[in-house]
């Protein structure tokens, strides 16, 4: 399995490129499958240039300075264009450690994006496509348990969606 980063994808070439090209799997010369994340580690790493919201994250670009908007709906639409195999929902990284309070406000950002991700998802996605859910909570394991409990709601209240915690 190869992984690909939305994020720089989405930047250079563009999502639209790789799509017009035939998807990742023939942009790149490879069969077997692919994994792209959402974007949510650049949410941590880029954070000097980076606005988080409810909405989503304002991303400045480290290439050329332009403004982009990455929402969870929007990291879907770029990983069904890139054509992944298996797509990761948005997600708030932080950076550990990190204090309780910042911890589960980020895990409960992250899973209310989850659901969105799913929502996309379901009206977006192509055939043997995957979304799964990222658990968050930092190093508590409370919290953690708390994130993959919620995912697993979420996947069940989505029906026959596919988020997988």
Not at 33 to 59: A, K, Y
Not at 122 to 149: K, M
Request: charged share 20%; aromatic share 4%; hydrophobic share 40%.
């Amino acid at each position: 399995m190869l992984l690909a980063n939305t994020y720089h994808l989405a930047l250079r070439p563009g999502e639209e490129t790789v799509a017009a090209m035939g998807g990742l799997h023939a942009f790149m010369g490879w069969d077997g499958p692919i994994l792209t994340d959402s974007g949510g580690f650049q949410v941590m790493s880029l954070s000097r240039i980076r606005e988080v919201s409810e909405e989503g994250v304002r991303f400045q670009s480290h290439i050329d300075g332009s403004r982009h908007m990455l929402t969870p709906e929007r990291a879907v639409d770029i990983q069904c264009l890139l054509g992944a195999d298996i797509q990761m929902q948005l997600d708030e990284c932080i950076e550990l450690p990190a204090e309780h309070k910042e911890a589960e406000r980020a895990m409960q950002l992250s899973l209310r994006w989850a659901e969105r991700a799913l929502n996309a998802f379901a009206t977006r996605a192509g055939p043997g496509q995957a979304l799964f859910g990222i658990v968050q909570g930092g190093i508590d394991a409370g919290l953690r348990r708390r994130s993959a409990e919620a995912l697993v709601v979420c996947c069940e209240e989505g029906g026959s969606r596919s988020l997988l915690g």
